[in-house]
C-alpha cells in the first residue's frame, strides 16, 4: 500500500547502480514509485501536503536484494518468520528478500510458493519472494516442477544448503530449467568430503583440535557444475563461493562465455578463520570461514565484477543450539541487518568504491533474478535506502529485530547506518 502522502528527499546524494549515476539532487516519491529525480525540484513546485526530508549529508541507493536468506516460516517459527526477518530487512535497508527453501514444508510444491507470498504479503513489511526447491524434499533425487513452480512466483531454484550429489540429476535440472529461463542457484559442497567438519580445513584447524572441511569439497562441485552449465546452456549461479582456487574456476568459465554467475556472503568477504580462535560459535558457518588470503581474494573478485552478488546469508539459529562446544554448534549467523554496515567497512578501508558495493547488494541481484528492483530510474517503485555515512555505533545485540541473536558483529563498531528505508514509497524503517 503506498504511502498516502508524496515524498521529497532533497539534496541527497543520489548512488544509482543501475545507471552508473553519482550525483546531488531531489528524488520525489509519489504513489509507491519514483516521480522525478533532478537538482532542485522544490522551484519546480510539489504537490499538495509533500513531506520534505533534508537528506543533506545523506547517500539515496536502490533497496537492497537480499538474494539468500532463510526464514523459518513455515516451520520453524521460532528462528524466524516472514514479518520479523521483513523487520530486520527494512533496518538494513534490504527491501527485497529472496527467501530459502529449506522449510517445514519444503517449497517444493505450488501451493507452499502461493503460501509463502501471500503470507508475505500480510505480514511482512518488505517485498519477499521465494526460491523453490531444486529437487522433491530438497534430497537430491527427483526434480522438481520448474515450469509450475515459475508460475506460482518462484523467482529461481535451489536446494539451499544441500548440494545434489548426482551430475545428472543437476544436468536435468539445467537443461529443463534452460527453457524455462530458470536460474539454477547451487551450494558447491561435496558433503562427503566436508564429512564432518566444523571450520576450515588447514593448521588453524588442527591447533584448535576441529575437524576441517578442506577447499576442494568447494572447487571440485564448482568445477563438476560449471562443465554441466557448458554442456547444457542453462543459467546457473553459485551460492556462495569463499576461495581463491573457485574464483579462478569461475574467472575461466566467465572467459568462455559460459552463463555462470556467483555469490559470497558477507561473512567471508569480511571475516576469516582466525575469527573462530576462542571456538566462537557465532562464526560457525556453512561455508566455513577461509584464510585471509582468501578473503581478499573474494572482495578483489567483487572489486572487479568476478563476484556478481554479496548476500546476507542470513541464518537464525537460537541459543540452545549456539550455546554449545563449538563441534556441537548449529551453522549460521543472522545477517539482514549488518549487511550493509559490514560492507560499508569495505568502502572506509578503500577495497571497495560505494558504487560497486551497492551494484553487488541490489542492482546485480535484481537482474539475475528479473525483479523490478536495484535501480532509481524515475517510473520504478520506490524502495529506497537512505545511508548515513558517517554515523559510529557499535552493534547492540538486543538491538536485533531478528527472532535470533547469533550474531559474528556482536559489540561489532561500524561506520555507516541506514536511517531510513522506503519500500514503494512507504516508510518502513526509520532510525531515531
Given amino acids: 500500500m503506498p504511502d498516502p502522502r508524496p515524498i521529497l528527499l532533497a539534496k541527497a546524494r543520489i548512488l544509482d547502480p543501475s545507471r552508473d549515476l553519482d550525483t546531488k539532487g531531489d528524488i520525489l516519491v509519489a504513489d509507491g514509485v519514483i516521480k522525478d529525480i533532478a537538482p532542485d525540484l522544490t522551484a519546480a513546485g510539489l504537490p499538495a501536503d509533500t513531506e520534505i526530508v533534508d537528506c543533506r549529508g545523506l547517500v539515496a541507493v536502490p533497496g537492497l536484494v537480499d ?69 522433491k524434499g530438497l534430497e537430491g533425487r527427483e526434480m522438481t516442477e520448474i515450469g509450475l513452480l515459475g508460475a506460482a512466483g518462484a523467482v529461481a531454484f535451489t536446494d539451499g544448503t544441500r548440494s545434489v550429489p548426482s551430475a545428472q540429476v543437476l544436468r536435468r535440472a539445467l537443461t529443463y530449467g534452460r527453457d524455462f529461463g530458470a536460474l539454477i542457484v547451487h551450494h558447491t559442497e561435496d558433503a562427503s568430503l566436508a564429512g564432518e567438519g566444523v571450520m576450515n580445513e588447514g593448521e588453524l584447524a588442527s591447533r584448535l583440535g576441529l575437524a576441517g572441511m578442506p577447499k576442494a569439497a ?24 569463499t576461495c581463491a582456487e573457485s574464483l579462478d ?32 560459535t557465532f562464526f560457525k558457518l556453512t561455508p566455513p570461514l577461509r584464510s585471509e588470503d582468501d578473503r581478499v581474494a573474494l572482495v578483489e573478485a567483487v572489486a572487479e565484477g568476478l563476484i556478481d552478488v554479496i548476500v546476507s546469508d542470513h541464518n537464525p539459529q537460537d541459543v540452545e543450539v549456539k550455546r554449545l562446544p563449538f563441534s556441537e554448534a ?42 523490478p528492483a536495484g535501480t532509481l530510474r524515475p517510473g520504478r517503485l520506490a524502495d529506497i535506502a ?34 531510513r528505508t522506503l519500500v514503494a514509497g512507504r516508510t518502513v524503517y526509520e532510525y531515531v
Fill in 249 to 280: 574456476v569461475l574467472r575461466r568459465a566467465k572467459e568462455a562465455g559460459i552463463n555462470v554467475t556467483a555469490s559470497a556472503s558477507i561473512n567471508h568477504l569480511t571475516l576469516n578463520e582466525r575469527d573462530v580462535v576462542g571456538y566462537r
Fill in 330 to 371: 548449529a551453522f549460521g549467523a543472522v545477517g539482514l541487518e549488518t549487511m550493509l554496515a559490514a560492507g560499508l567497512r569495505l568502502v572506509t578501508d578503500g577495497r571497495l568504491d560505494l558504487m560497486t558495493l551497492i551494484r553487488a547488494m541490489s542492482t546485480r541481484p535484481a537482474e539475475l533474478l528479473g525483479l
Fill in 67 to 135: 538474494m539468500r536468506a532463510f526464514v523459518g516460516e513455515p516451520g520453524a517459527e521460532h528462528r524466524e518468520t516472514l514479518a520479523s526477518a521483513s523487520q530486520a530487512a527494512a533496518a538494513g535497508g534490504v527491501t527485497t528478500i529472496i527467501c530459502q527453501p529449506d522449510t517445514d514444508p519444503v517449497i517444493d510444491d505450488p501451493a507452499i510458493v502461493d503460501f509463502i507470498m501471500r503470507r508475505a504479503r500480510d505480514t511482512a513489511i518488505v517485498h519477499v519472494h521465494p526460491m523453490a526447491a531444486l529437487t
Fill in 386 to 419: 537512505l545511508i548515513s555515512l558517517d554515523e559510529a555505533w557499535i552493534l547492540d545485540p538486543t538491538s536485533l529485530k531478528s527472532r535470533c541473536r547469533n550474531t559474528p558483529f556482536d559489540e561489532a563498531r561500524f561506520e555507516g547506518r541506514v536511517v
Fill in 218 to 241: 568447494e572447487t571440485i562441485v564448482f568445477e563438476r557444475d560449471v562443465r554441466l552449465a557448458a554442456i547444457t546452456g542453462g543459467r546457473y549461479h553459485a551460492a556462495s563461493l
